[in-house]
T-cell receptor, first 111, second 111 residues
Framework: GIQVEQSPPDLILQEGANSTLRCNFS?????LQWFHQNPWGQLINLFY???GTKQNGRLSATTVATERYSLLYISSSQTTDSGVYFC?????????????FGKGTSLLVTP | SQTIHQWPATLVQPVGSPLSLECTVE??????LYWYRQAAGRGLQLLFY??????ISSEVPQNLSASRPQDRQFILSSKKLLLSDSGFYLC??????????FGPGTRLTVL
């Protein structure tokens, strides 16, 4: 099956710093998504980004499908950005839509 | 708007006991439904998905099973729990080909 690798696995930032999270995938995908899992376990959709660049406030994402990677940028980080960031790609099974997740980047933003 | 519910929120069960986790979706019809498990260490693993009532696809062989008795109800079951079944179970829904939206999860501890 498709492999999804995220880096770095762990990241500690001081409030106000910027960061870049990377997601590499091993095969062509139909779509790619970024999620944030907060400390209570809730998974929040951040971006649905099969290609190109999108921005939402202090977060932005870029996917270069031809080179099989995606980047998530966090600017002016805040303590509420802490949590785990997942990249997930989808492949179409016989009759469904299945997401393959990376292992995540665990981010801690300190005051 | 659509909402997704899971219960219970937490569960502690002895080894060998049965399991039933429930997920319901409101505000949409004929959704795709998914069960994911997140073991300690972050990665999410797709267990089952369903594109319609009574239609279940299993991604990983295990002692768990899933059922979809109604359009917006998805149930995860086991006849006899193992220690390795401990984890965080997430239900999700999506439109066909669309982004999944995750429920709040059930934290299961098998002792």
């Amino acid at each position: 099956g498709i492999q999804v690798e995220q880096s770095p696995p762990d990241l500690i930032l001081q409030e106000g710093a910027n960061s870049t999270l990377r997601c590499n995938f091993s095969d062509s995908v139909n779509n790619l998504q970024w999620f944030h899992q907060n400390p209570w376990g809730q998974l929040i959709n951040l971006f649905y980004i099969p290609s190109g660049t999108k921005q939402n406030g202090r977060l932005s994402a870029t996917t270069v499908a031809t080179e099989r990677y995606s980047l998530l940028y966090i600017s002016s980080s805040q303590t509420t950005d802490s949590g785990v960031y997942f990249c997930a790609v989808n492949t179409y099974s016989n009759s469904g839509y299945a997401l393959n997740f990376g292992k995540g980047t665990s981010l801690l933003v300190t005051p | 708007s659509q909402t997704i519910h899971q219960w219970p929120a937490t569960l502690v069960q002895p080894v060998g006991s049965p399991l039933s986790l429930e997920c319901t979706v409101e505000g949409t019809s004929n959704p795709n439904l998914y069960w994911y498990r997140q073991a300690a260490g972050r990665g999410l693993q797709l267990l089952f998905y369903s594109v319609g009532i009574g239609q279940i696809s299993s991604e990983v062989p295990q002692n768990l099973s899933a059922s979809r008795p109604q359009d917006r109800q998805f149930i995860l079951s086991s006849k006899k729990l193992l220690l390795s079944d401990s984890g965080f179970y997430l239900c999700a829904w999506s439109h066909a080909g669309g982004s999944p939206f995750f429920g709040p999860g059930t934290r299961l501890t098998v002792l």
